[in-house]
Protein backbone atom coordinates (compact mmCIF):
# COMPACT_ATOMS: atom_id res chain seq x y z
CA UNK A 1 0.00 0.00 0.00
CA UNK A 2 1.35 3.19 -1.05
CA UNK A 3 0.53 6.28 1.51
CA UNK A 4 0.55 10.15 1.26
CA UNK A 5 0.49 12.59 4.21
CA UNK A 6 -0.59 16.04 3.70
CA UNK A 7 -2.13 18.78 5.39
CA UNK A 8 0.64 20.37 7.74
CA UNK A 9 1.83 24.10 8.20
CA UNK A 10 2.11 26.57 10.81
CA UNK A 11 0.03 27.77 13.12
CA UNK A 12 -0.12 29.70 16.36
CA UNK A 13 -0.50 27.48 19.94
CA UNK A 14 -3.75 26.70 20.59
CA UNK A 15 -4.63 25.54 16.87
CA UNK A 16 -5.96 22.67 15.11
CA UNK A 17 -5.07 21.05 12.04
CA UNK A 18 -6.02 17.94 10.34
CA UNK A 19 -3.70 15.84 8.67
CA UNK A 20 -4.82 13.05 6.22
CA UNK A 21 -3.24 9.74 4.61
CA UNK A 22 -4.04 9.03 1.52
CA UNK A 23 -3.82 5.27 0.72
CA UNK A 24 -3.67 3.58 -2.92
CA UNK A 25 -2.73 0.29 -3.31
CA UNK A 26 -3.62 -2.82 -1.60
CA UNK A 27 -6.91 -2.81 0.26
CA UNK A 28 -6.68 0.22 3.13
CA UNK A 29 -9.17 -1.60 5.77
CA UNK A 30 -6.95 -4.61 5.82
CA UNK A 31 -4.11 -2.47 7.75
CA UNK A 32 -4.65 -0.81 11.06
CA UNK A 33 -3.20 2.65 11.04
CA UNK A 34 -0.80 4.92 12.92
CA UNK A 35 0.89 8.17 13.04
CA UNK A 36 3.94 8.80 14.19
CA UNK A 37 6.24 12.27 14.50
CA UNK A 38 9.41 12.82 14.52
CA UNK A 39 11.23 16.62 16.06
CA UNK A 40 15.04 17.57 14.55
CA UNK A 41 17.28 15.58 16.47
CA UNK A 42 14.81 13.09 17.92
CA UNK A 43 13.61 9.70 17.55
CA UNK A 44 10.35 9.15 15.60
CA UNK A 45 7.90 8.56 18.16
CA UNK A 46 4.28 6.93 18.17
CA UNK A 47 1.69 9.58 18.45
CA UNK A 48 -1.90 7.79 17.70
CA UNK A 49 -3.58 4.51 16.09
CA UNK A 50 -6.74 3.05 15.15
CA UNK A 51 -7.80 -0.49 14.12
CA UNK A 52 -9.42 -0.93 10.72
CA UNK A 53 -12.86 -0.23 11.21
CA UNK A 54 -11.58 2.84 13.15
CA UNK A 55 -13.66 1.73 16.46
CA UNK A 56 -10.30 0.73 18.30
CA UNK A 57 -7.49 3.99 18.76
CA UNK A 58 -4.47 4.38 21.14
CA UNK A 59 -2.79 7.35 21.99
CA UNK A 60 0.28 8.50 23.71
CA UNK A 61 -0.05 10.49 26.72
CA UNK A 62 1.16 13.64 25.55
CA UNK A 63 -1.82 14.08 23.16
CA UNK A 64 -4.73 12.53 24.59
CA UNK A 65 -7.82 14.40 24.92
CA UNK A 66 -6.46 16.95 22.36
CA UNK A 67 -5.62 14.64 19.17
CA UNK A 68 -8.43 12.59 18.03
CA UNK A 69 -7.17 10.05 14.94
CA UNK A 70 -9.91 8.27 12.60
CA UNK A 71 -10.02 6.85 9.10
CA UNK A 72 -12.64 6.69 6.84
CA UNK A 73 -12.46 3.38 4.35
CA UNK A 74 -14.50 4.19 1.79
CA UNK A 75 -12.23 7.15 0.69
CA UNK A 76 -9.34 5.30 1.52
CA UNK A 77 -7.88 8.00 3.88
CA UNK A 78 -6.89 7.82 7.75
CA UNK A 79 -7.04 11.62 9.61
CA UNK A 80 -5.55 13.21 12.49
CA UNK A 81 -7.46 15.95 14.23
CA UNK A 82 -4.77 17.99 16.11
CA UNK A 83 -6.25 20.70 18.91
CA UNK A 84 -4.77 22.88 21.42
CA UNK A 85 -1.34 22.49 19.49
CA UNK A 86 1.61 22.84 21.54
CA UNK A 87 5.07 24.18 20.25
CA UNK A 88 6.39 20.47 21.47
CA UNK A 89 4.36 19.60 19.12
CA UNK A 90 6.45 21.21 15.68
CA UNK A 91 7.49 17.73 13.90
CA UNK A 92 6.96 16.00 10.66
CA UNK A 93 4.27 13.67 10.62
CA UNK A 94 3.95 10.85 9.13
CA UNK A 95 1.35 7.97 8.42
CA UNK A 96 1.88 4.21 8.34
CA UNK A 97 0.48 0.70 8.23
CA UNK A 98 0.39 -1.82 10.23
CA UNK A 99 -1.30 -5.26 11.28
CA UNK A 100 -1.70 -4.15 14.61
CA UNK A 101 -3.07 -0.70 15.99
CA UNK A 102 -1.71 -1.68 19.59
CA UNK A 103 2.63 -0.95 17.81
CA UNK A 104 3.95 1.66 19.23
CA UNK A 105 7.18 1.39 17.93
CA UNK A 106 7.96 2.26 14.02
CA UNK A 107 9.30 -1.44 13.74
CA UNK A 108 5.81 -2.93 14.08
CA UNK A 109 4.96 -0.68 10.73
CA UNK A 110 4.91 -2.00 7.19
CA UNK A 111 4.33 0.83 5.16
CA UNK A 112 5.21 4.67 5.73
CA UNK A 113 3.75 7.92 4.14
CA UNK A 114 6.29 10.54 3.18
CA UNK A 115 5.90 12.88 6.37
CA UNK A 116 3.89 16.47 6.63
CA UNK A 117 5.67 19.20 8.45
CA UNK A 118 3.51 20.80 11.61
CA UNK A 119 5.07 23.70 12.94
CA UNK A 120 3.78 25.40 16.11
CA UNK A 121 4.59 28.75 17.17
CA UNK A 122 4.04 30.02 20.48
Known amino acids: VQLHASGGGLVQAGGFLRLSCAASGRTFSSYDMGWFRQAPGKEREFVASTNWSGDRTYYTDAVKGRFTISRDNAKNTAYLQMNSLKPEDTAVYYC????????????????WGQGTQVTVSS
Open 96 to 111: AATTSYRYNSPSGYLY
